[in-house]
């Protein structure tokens, strides 16, 4: 299995406060990333990675921003949560080859 | 955007049925993916299919790339609760490197 680590596993936090969600890996992968999974959504990127302090927005990125600043972690904030950002959230990272994504085992969030 | 697909939504066996789900697609895939993702728990990658007409099996699922490269299918023989799980079809569009589209996914519940 890939080393990935998401932290915390689950969070309840309320409209308005920051919120950061952390994923780890021990892969040294250069592409990580964020998704959002919600009933009838499936999964949507919202931010990805392609190096140390490279990133680029995915389709719903809006309200989420993102750091790099080692290999090993990849950050996603909420600047001020929203009831809309209840989710679950898993982060990925890419192997070698060009498709193939590997996931943490995510995140549950809760806004009040 | 390319739009994922897939069918049904909603399946429910029981053990030892046969089963299939559909991925397609109106472009073309340069590859495809399947994953299976069990409650509380990231997707985890099943298989990649690169070739139209490629067929793979593993253990008792059968993969299927679609000739013209725009859908695919996974056959799933002598249903076993352990199957039970959500189904995603994912594929790297073109122009978009490093990044996956995927499907909403098929929910599948395998009772005794």
């Known amino acids: 299995d890939a080393g990935i680590t998401q932290s915390p596993r689950h969070k309840v936090t309320e409209t308005g406060t920051p919120v950061t969600l952390r994923c780890h890996q021990t892969e040294n992968h250069r592409y990580m990333y964020w998704y959002r999974q919600d009933p009838g959504h499936g999964l949507r990127l919202i931010h990805y990675?392609?190096?140390?302090?490279?990133?680029d927005k995915g389709e719903v990125s809006d309200g989420y921003s993102v750091s790099r600043s080692k290999t090993e972690d990849f950050l996603l904030t909420l600047e001020s949560a929203t009831s809309s950002q209840t989710s679950v959230y898993f982060c990925?990272?890419?192997?070698?080859?060009?498709?193939?994504?590997?996931f943490g085992p995510g995140t549950r969030l809760t806004v009040t | 955007t390319q739009l994922l697909e897939q069918s049904p939504q909603f399946l429910s066996i029981q053990e030892g049925e046969n089963l299939t789900v559909y991925c397609n697609s109106s472009s073309v895939f340069s590859s495809l993916q399947w994953y299976r993702q069990e409650p509380g728990e990231g997707p985890v990658l099943l298989v990649t299919v690169v070739t139209g007409g490629e067929v793979k099996k593993l253990k008792r699922l059968t993969f299927q790339f679609g000739d013209a490269r725009k859908d695919s299918s996974l056959h799933i023989t002598a249903a076993q609760p352990g199957d039970t799980g959500l189904y995603l079809c994912a594929s790297d569009p073109p122009g978009t490197a490093s990044k996956l589209t995927f499907g909403t996914g098929t929910r599948l519940q395998v009772t005794l």
């Open positions: 990925a990272i890419r192997d070698s080859r060009p498709t193939e994504q590997y």
């Open positions: 990675s392609y190096g140390v302090k490279d990133t």
